[in-house]
């Protein structure tokens, strides 16, 4: 067994501290990584604190996971060691229900093996992420980064980048649409500069008025401040798309009104209760859908490295050592981060 340091909240209220745990040895299709840095998702916090009561503890959070691979097992074919390579939201699936025949993995019939708040497949052992040393994960849950990219502004790509890719690929976002991101955290920001990147007109929907000056930094055509019902008012029946992003229950009938006859507000962000619950009018007069995406396929995440690699995308970051991990918590809860932080993982290697 590998003995790997990391950082675990120990229960739902205690902050996260260090803490030392095993890792299997790699098998003949495992990549062994030496993580260089992780992404904190706005869902490692959800999980540390059980907000959607299913924690199990000890945990390791971080599923945006990039490093160097260190060891390879003796099937592997697509990594060698010394390679850039990236771990995201799942470590394993069944890989024969229909959905892991159709590169959809995440929609697995007998659920995805996540990174951490899970069990093996296997056994009782629990996974951990990517706030530790090294990472033991099956090929086909590896990806590779390809060299030129900077990796600490690649690592949220892993989560925030696939999340927000995905359904903008799977309603065929593209020129000649407009197409409105609420909420601009980590994930929302990411899909600016997609549907940017994929040719649409694109409006940064926000309750944050202060937030409207990076629009031309990540690329959004238009601000809209979903607080002000006049500007909400003028922007009726005008999206082709929505995608949301907000972590929380909130009321989103009010974004209803800003699709056009036929079209669709994709959920990414709130995985508990809509408070209010939409409406039926909400959807019934203008034929108009609410749906909702988890992450992306591993093929799909490949595609998605491979094309910011090639439109020079990255995410917005804010370095941090892991001894400050419960103060970037609190300060991603305020809302006070511009737009991801992610943990510089040479700070483990420091005194605890
Ligand atoms: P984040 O960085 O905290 O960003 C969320 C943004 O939503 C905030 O920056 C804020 O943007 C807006 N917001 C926050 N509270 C709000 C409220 N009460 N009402 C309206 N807007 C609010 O979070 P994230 O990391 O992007 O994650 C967003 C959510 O996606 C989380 O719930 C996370 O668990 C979930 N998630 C889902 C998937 C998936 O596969 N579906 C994957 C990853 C994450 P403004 O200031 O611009 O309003
Ligand atoms: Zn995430
Ligand atoms: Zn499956």
């Excluded at 771990?87 to 959809?104: E, H, I, K, Q």
């Excluded at 995905?166 to 309603?171: A, C, D, G, I």
């Excluded at 103060?327 to 932080?341: M, Q, S």
């Amino acid at each position: 067994m590998l003995k790997v340091r990391g950082y675990a909240a120990k229960d739902a209220a205690s902050a996260l501290a260090p803490f030392t745990f095993e890792r299997r040895e790699p098998g003949p299709r495992d990549v062994q990584i030496e993580i260089l840095y992780c992404g904190i998702c706005h869902s490692d916090l959800h999980q540390a604190r059980n907000d959607w009561s299913n924690s199990l503890y000890p945990m390791v959070p971080g599923h945006e996971i990039v490093g160097r691979v260190v060891r390879v097992g003796a099937e592997v074919t697509n990594l060698r060691e010394g390679d850039y390579a990236g771990v995201g939201c799942m470590v394993d699936s069944c890989r024969g229900c229909s959905a892991c025949n159709g590169n959809l993995e995440q929609y697995c019939q007998f659920n995805a093996t996540w990174t951490y708040n899970a069990k093996e497949r296997d056994s009782e052992q629990l996974t951990f992420g990517g706030y530790s040393e090294q990472i033991v994960v099956d090929e086909h849950f590896v990806v590779k980064i390809p060299k030129t990219m900077n990796l600490k502004a690649v690592a949220p790509l892993l989560c925030a980048g696939i999340t927000t890719y995905s359904p903008l690929r799977h309603w065929k976002v593209g020129p000649g649409q407009k197409v409105g991101i609420i909420g601009l955290g980590g994930l929302g920001h990411m899909g600016v500069k997609f549907a940017k990147a994929m040719g649409a007109h694109v409006v940064m929907i926000t309750t944050s008025p202060g937030k409207g000056k990076d629009a031309t930094l990540l690329g959004a055509d238009e601000v809209l401040i979903s607080t002000d019902p006049k500007a909400m008012a003028a922007h009726a029946g005008s999206f082709d798309f929505l995608l949301n992003t907000i972590p929380v229950g909130h009321d989103v009938n009010p974004y209803m009104t800003l699709l056009k006859l036929d079209r669709t507000m994709a959920l990414v962000g709130v995985l508990t209760e809509l408070t209010p619950p939409p409406t039926g009018i909400s959807m019934i007069f203008g034929r108009k859908s609410i749906a909702g995406s988890a992450i992306g396929g591993m093929a799909e995440t490949q595609e998605m490295i491979d094309f910011c690699a090639e439109h020079g995308i990255v995410s917005e970051i804010e370095m941090v050592a892991i001894q400050s991990v419960n103060e970037a918590y609190e300060r991603l809860l305020k809302n006070d981060v511009k737009y991801r932080f992610v943990i510089d993982m040479a700070s483990l290697k420091q005194a605890a």
